[in-house]
C-alpha cells in the first residue's frame, strides 16, 4: 500500500512564468517561477493575483494555481 506524504491534506502552488507566445505551451529559458506552498487555494489565489498584477503589461506572462496530490506508485 502506498503512503499519501501529505497525509490528507491538500497542498497548493502557483507556477507560470513568460511563455514563448500565447499559445502557453513553452516557456521562456530562465521565466519559472514557483510560489508557495500555500495550505488554503484562498492563500494560493492571493499569491497569485499580486504577482499578476506586478506582470499585467507582459502579454505572454501566465501563472496557474496548481493543486499538489501525490504522484501515482510514488510512496
Do not use: C, Q
Not at 499559445?23 to 504577482?51: D, I, V, Y
Request: glycine share 8%; charged share 25%; proline share 8%.
Amino acid at each position: 500500500m502506498m503512503s499519501d506524504p501529505l497525509n490528507g491534506r491538500e497542498i497548493w502552488v502557483v507556477w507560470g512564468g513568460i511563455f514563448r507566445d500565447t499559445s502557453f505551451a513553452e516557456l521562456e529559458p530562465g521565466t519559472e517561477e514557483l510560489h508557495g506552498p500555500f495550505h488554503t487555494a484562498e492563500a494560493a489565489e492571493k499569491a497569485w493575483l499580486e504577482r499578476m498584477r506586478r506582470m499585467v503589461d507582459i502579454a505572454s506572462h501566465r501563472l496557474f494555481v496548481l493543486r499538489a496530490v501525490p504522484a501515482p506508485g510514488k510512496p
